[in-house]
């Protein structure tokens, strides 16, 4: 998946791609910032690393539980704020 992100990104030469990781409410805030920081930079590491993608149009971020596009209180709405949103920007 990330490989074929990558060539997304070669094919659009003047963007920058956004990786913004998202958690659920399980830990507090502040584990949950720092685990999305950290698995952005690793994704943002592996397309720049494997994927030969100039760090310089990658922007990551983890974004922790800000951001919730379900109900925190069922096991399906945690699930389903757990994600990876990849974004190019023109």
């Known amino acids: 998946m990330l490989s074929e992100i990558a060539v997304i990104v ?3 030469k003047n963007t920058t791609l956004k990786i913004a990781v ?3 409410t ?3 805030e ?4 720092e685990q999305s920081k950290a ?3 690793a994704i943002k590491k592996y397309l720049v690393e494997k994927c030969n993608i100039a760090k310089e149009k990658i922007l990551s971020t983890g974004m922790g539980s800000k951001e919730p596009l379900y109900d925190n209180d069922s096991a399906e709405g945690r699930a ?3 994600r990876i949103e990849c974004i ?3």
């Open 10 to 12: 070669e094919q659009h």
């Open 88 to 90: 190019l920007i023109y």
């Open 22 to 24: 998202h958690t659920d």
């Open 26 to 28: 399980i830990e507090s």
């Open 39 to 41: 698995q952005a930079n």
């Open 30 to 33: 502040l584990d949950c910032e």
């Open 80 to 82: 389903g704020n757990r």
